[in-house]
């Protein structure tokens, strides 16, 4: 029997944080192995480890996996997550590439200076509310049905409403008038998997603060 997953990154959200989420709405425990200092880094660099040079990376069956894409087709492809056919998949990449256009707004938003926060903050809510709500919430609302493609759960509604949530993050109101989005939020939230991962104790990482951005820094030499 293969062992847990094992996941490389530093103790924050990053770019391994929809890597977690989707691991755990499948229901796969997991281990993390935390990138503490540079030496850390350098080690799993030295010993060949990392294809790229970087992390994320995932120990999964047997493979070493890097980039975060690659993660999270064979975790959805493994868990059918990823759709019944070539249509559907179509489909949730187009779907998953929008919303990961806008998460990596999100993600990159406290590593902007002081002065450029505000600007940085309105641009992200403009695009959330104007072009990437109002498309998923269409979609939603095309079809009637709870789950976005196929009428049954796939990453695309996992990493959706973990983008959800990372934006009620910055603003609450943004999802005031997308209903259904806030329901997907509300059905996905409930699914026993999920509900646990949100729990307080989970694997799930808090939004970062201005000590994990230094500390990412002196490791990663940003």
């Not at 973990?162 to 329901?183: G, H, R, W």
């Amino acid at each position: 029997m293969a062992g847990k997953p094992k996941l490389h990154y530093f103790n924050a959200r990053g770019r391994m944080e929809s890597i977690r989420w989707l691991l755990a709405a499948a229901g796969v425990e997991f281990e993390e192995k935390f990138i503490a200092s540079p030496e850390d880094l350098d080690k799993l660099r030295n010993d060949g480890r990392l294809m790229f040079q970087q992390v994320p990376m995932v120990e999964i069956d047997g493979m070493e996996l890097a980039q975060t894409r690659a993660i999270l087709n064979y975790i959805a492809s493994k868990h059918n997550l990823y759709g019944k056919d070539l249509k559907e998949r179509a489909l949730i990449d187009m779907y998953i590439e929008g919303m990961a256009d806008l998460n990596e707004m999100i993600i990159m938003f406290p590593m902007h200076p002081p002065a450029e926060k505000d600007a940085k903050l309105a641009f992200i809510k403009e695009k959330t509310t104007n072009r990437y709500f109002p498309a998923f919430e269409k979609v939603l609302k095309s079809h009637g049905q709870d789950y976005l493609v196929g009428n049954r759960l796939s990453r695309a509604d996992i990493h959706l409403v973990e983008l959800i949530y990372n934006v009620e993050e910055l603003d609450p109101s943004l999802t005031a008038n997308f209903p259904l989005l806030k329901a997907l939020k509300t059905r996905i939230s409930n699914l026993p998997t999920v509900k646990k991962f949100l729990q307080p104790g989970s694997q799930r990482k808090p939004p970062v603060t201005a000590e994990a951005i230094e500390a990412a820094r002196k490791v990663f030499k940003f």
